[in-house]
């Protein structure tokens, strides 16, 4: 069964750090891009950051540029976000979720995140 | 950066009856859209990728069409389930939302 487990939320203050982790299980980690996708309590998706399979790449939302580092160690089956001069819009659940292409033959869609995990709330308040 | 505008807001139905919620991109996306499903309290699910693809698990009462700028999802027969947040998400360039559709009962 895929499985992601996120950790590392909490309470921050404004200017502070903190790291999130998200534990994968049940899949080929090192086979797949992750994402970093946040919810602001009442509010819409807002999609964070990714990296793929090797961490070789990564994206960033502009919102999030310059803060937000995404990481990945595939010998322990994690995905990392360290969030540092963290601000209150950061306040929010943090997802991660599994990248997915569904190819047929040669011939790929395009990616979508076929497996989330339940999220950490990060809280950013003095 | 591109933009998706969802409509309406909120759409008021009732078990069976069909639901048409609208996606709009500010610019040609091809076809990469993709529909997910959110429960209160739980994580968004994979519904539509590709606008059109339904992923796996997804009920044939799905359907999702469209491709350039303007694409629909189509729920044919409201199910008591089926009641939650609607979110599309383009994946051309960079993977922004739109603001999301709620369907609620009527």
């Known amino acids: 069964e895929v499985q992601l487990l996120e950790s590392g939320g909490g309470l921050a203050q404004p200017g502070g750090s903190l790291r999130l982790s998200c534990e994968a299980s049940g899949f080929t980690f090192s086979s797949h891009s992750i994402s970093w996708v946040r919810q602001a309590p009442g509010k819409g998706l807002e999609w964070v950051s990714d990296?793929?399979?090797?961490?070789?790449?990564?994206q960033y939302a502009d919102s999030v540029k310059g803060r937000f580092t995404i990481s990945r160690d595939n010998s322990k089956n994690t995905l990392y976000l360290q969030m540092n001069s963290l601000r209150a819009e950061d306040t929010a659940v943090y997802y991660c979720a599994r990248e997915i292409r569904y190819c047929s033959g040669r011939k790929c869609s395009g990616p979508s995140s076929d497996y989330w995990g339940q999220g950490t709330l990060v809280t950013v308040s003095s | 950066e591109i933009a998706l505008t969802q409509s309406p807001a909120t759409l008021s139905l009732s078990p069976g009856e069909r639901a048409t919620l609208s996606c709009r991109a500010s610019q040609s996306i091809r076809n990469y859209l993709v529909w997910y499903q959110q429960k209160p309290g739980q994580a968004p699910r994979l519904l539509i990728y590709d606008a059109s693809n339904r992923a796996t698990g997804t009920p044939a009462r799905f359907s999702g069409s469209g491709s350039g700028t303007d694409f629909t999802l189509t729920i044919s027969s409201l199910e008591p389930e089926d009641f939650a947040v609607y979110y599309c998400q383009q994946r051309s360039d960079w993977y922004t939302f739109g603001q999301g559709t709620k369907v609620e009962i009527k």
């Open positions: 990296i793929n399979s090797s961490g070789g790449t990564t």
